[in-house]
């Protein structure tokens, strides 16, 4: 059996992997995490699915308890700025489509013709909430969705049956020490130390640790949270690793901190706005601001990017220092390799468009509970975890190369280019089907990568990428429910815009 499990690197993946492999099997493994001191993090995961609820409640925490601590805050979705023209703007929220008499508003709204209001203001609650900066939760701290309201307990992503209203934003360095906290309280081992090599055994298997100061450290099993430098994965193991810059070639990112003037202004989302070589993202947390600039080093410089940036969201603010963070876009062809496991920056990442980092390490951290090996380290299971955890990361990275695809512009080089790049042979059919209808459940990527045919939709919608015409179905329907249905979402959004306090005063009244 296995009793012993070595993380090494620190940081968000580190932590996370840490305290939820202690909270599933508590004393019966030992858990040792060693991270250097000198290692700085990247902390670009700041934004989250709603899924990632999964994970607090698996440990029992409330999120009274731990999102003050780490300047939390709510994210209803995602608003993309400028991805069709400057100036335009849609939502992709955490809301899956309602329906009426068979087929979703979605298809309702095409079919009814009146596009005076755009598709996502006309089929979602969750835009006019956006809109009115409103948090999700009332002052009493009941949820606005009340029949979703209540811990999930030891639940994972599989048991996800619908969709929560929201995610979260946060600084993830306050996260990895939170869990820090968290973890050393229920016995995580925690060694602060440089790992200067990497011992195999005869077998190519990791056999021990080398530290500087405490010497050799061995387990049954390793977890490589290094980060891009995939230490274990890559360098000590030799795995090769896939990159997707073809597809996805925003390869850098530039970033900030900015201090809100106001306070009160918080937004509950995050705002992706497309710039001359990529796009720029606006996390709102609770005193401040995240932003920052992914970029394809093909089209502009680093200088140039921080120069964009900071006309862009601090102006005259030359005191602020700019973090810039070298991106390995892609994956490894297996991110389990004999007794090593790589979960994190160093098994998979994508640009942070839809918020994938944070979600991926959760992911792979309910694969490795859910395919723990014994000392046999069946191959079988091995085999099996790792393509999870490809298919999750490929479905993602088509996902993302649809956002690039279908947005409605080619004003500079960089967005010419994306019109002209290669695309997977898959995503091509799904577009080619777009034109003629909506997708559903049997036409997206078909393995589970977190995203619904909601979001599909959504993004060709909002993107400019709209069929020209409804299913021929719908024109022998009566449309009288489907009117009602409309009309009832909109009182509601109106219900709830009228009495959810704003985002900012709710969240003032959980922290101290």
């Known amino acids: 059996m296995i009793r012993s499990v070595v993380i090494v690197g620190g940081g968000t993946a580190g932590w996370m992997t840490a305290t939820y492999l202690k909270t599933a099997f508590g004393d019966r493994v030992d858990v040792t995490l060693v991270e250097s001191a000198q290692v700085s993090r990247i902390g670009v995961g700041e934004a989250t699915f709603s899924t990632v609820r999964h994970f607090f409640d698996y440990l029992g925490l409330d999120e009274r308890e731990w999102l003050p601590k780490c300047a939390g805050s709510y994210k209803l979705g995602i608003r993309f700025e400028n991805w069709r023209k400057p100036g335009e703007h849609f939502y992709h929220p955490f809301e899956r489509l309602r329906g009426a008499d068979g087929f979703s508003l979605a298809e309702w709204w095409l079919e009814l013709g009146d596009r005076s209001e755009p598709f996502d203001r006309s089929c979602f609650i969750t835009t006019a909430l956006c809109d009115a900066e409103r948090s999700p939760r009332m002052l009493d701290g ?28 946060f600084d993830a360095d306050a996260v990895a020490r939170f869990l820090g906290d968290f973890g050393r309280a229920r016995g995580v081992k925690h060694v602060v130390d440089e790992v200067v090599d990497v011992g195999l055994d005869s077998r190519g298997w990791i056999s021990e640790i080398r530290t500087k100061e405490h010497g050799a450290i061995t387990g049954g099993l390793y977890v490589d949270c290094t980060g891009f430098r995939g230490l274990l994965i890559n360098k000590a193991m030799g795995e090769k690793f896939q990159s997707f810059e073809d597809l996805l070639p925003n390869n850098r990112a530039v970033a900030l901190r900015v201090p809100r003037e106001d306070a009160t202004d918080m937004q509950p989302y995050t705002t992706a706005t497309a710039m001359t070589a990529g796009w720029s993202w606006t996390i709102p947390l609770f005193r401040r601001n995240g932003n920052g600039y992914v970029y394809s080093d093909q089209f502009i410089t680093p200088e140039e990017a921080e120069r964009e940036l900071r006309e862009k969201v601090a102006p005259g603010r030359d005191d602020l220092e700019a973090n810039h963070i070298r991106m390995r876009i892609g994956r490894n062809d297996n991110s389990w390799v004999n007794n090593c496991v790589a979960i994190g920056l160093s098994s998979a990442f994508v640009e942070p468009l839809e918020s994938t980092g944070i979600f991926f390490i959760q992911h792979a951290i309910e694969q490795l509970v859910k395919h723990f090996p014994d000392g046999g380290f069946d191959q079988r299971m091995i085999s099996a975890y790792n393509n999870r955890i490809n298919k999750a990361v490929d479905g993602v990275k088509e996902f993302l190369v649809l956002h690039y695809r279908s947005a409605d512009r080619e004003d500079t080089p960089y967005w010419k280019e994306t019109k002209t790049r290669p695309i997977p042979e898959a995503l091509q059919e799904k577009l080619a089907l777009a034109e003629s209808h909506l997708l559903d459940e049997e036409t997206i990527y078909p393995h589970y990568h977190g ?5 599909w939709n959504t993004m060709n919608l909002g993107l400019g990428r709209i069929p020209l015409t409804a299913r021929p179905a719908l024109r022998h329907l009566d449309p009288t429910n489907a009117l009602a249905e409309f009309a009832k979402l909109k009182a509601e959004a109106d219900e709830m815009v009228a009495t959810l306090p704003s985002c900012y005063e709710y969240l003032a009244s959980i922290n101290d």
């Open 142 to 169: 009941s949820l606005f969705v009340s029949s979703l309201d209540g811990p999930l307990g030891k639940s994972t992503l599989d048991d996800q049956r619908a969709q929560f209203p929201y995610a979260y934003h």
């Open 451 to 455: 995203f619904e045919s909601y979001s």
